[in-house]
């Protein structure tokens, strides 16, 4: 059985950070591409970033580029999303989500659609 588990979120003021990961189990990890996305209220989910199943490429978001890095750890069945000079607009519930073989570039285009598997999501708050 296939999870994806998040963990790292919480209330944060801006400008502050918070690092996220996603642990993954019940799947060959390295032949996945890992990626996050996020919903705010009222909004719809959005592409935040992903990495390349194989490491070789990563996508980001206009809104995140610069601030957010994300990143595999292949001993750990891990995908970390390092999220630094948090704004309030970053307020939504982050989700991990995994695609096989896909590259990042083609799961930033795609939006989410056709995505193997995903998780329950962990809420980010920031604070003015």
């Known amino acids: 059985q296939v999870q994806l588990v998040e963990s790292g979120g919480g209330l944060v003021q801006a400008g502050d950070s918070l690092r996220l990961t996603c642990a993954a189990s019940?799947?060959?990890?390295?032949?996945?591409?890992m990626s996050w996305f996020r919903q705010a209220p009222g909004k719809e989910r959005e592409f935040v970033s992903a990495?390349?199943?194989?490491?070789?490429?990563?996508a980001y978001a206009e809104s995140v580029k610069g601030r957010f890095t994300i990143s595999r750890d292949k001993a750990k069945n891990t995908v970390n999303l390092q999220m630094n000079s948090l704004k309030p607009e970053d307020t939504a519930v982050y989700y991990c989500?995994?695609?096989?073989?896909?590259?990042?570039?083609?799961?930033?285009?795609?939006?989410?659609?056709?995505?193997?598997?995903w998780g329950k999501g962990t809420l980010v708050t920031v604070s003015s």
């Open positions: 989500a995994a695609d096989a073989l896909a590259s990042a570039q083609r799961i930033k285009d795609n939006g989410g659609s056709g995505m193997d598997y």
């Open positions: 019940g799947l060959s990890f390295s032949r996945y591409a």
């Open positions: 990495i390349s199943w194989g490491s070789v490429g990563t």
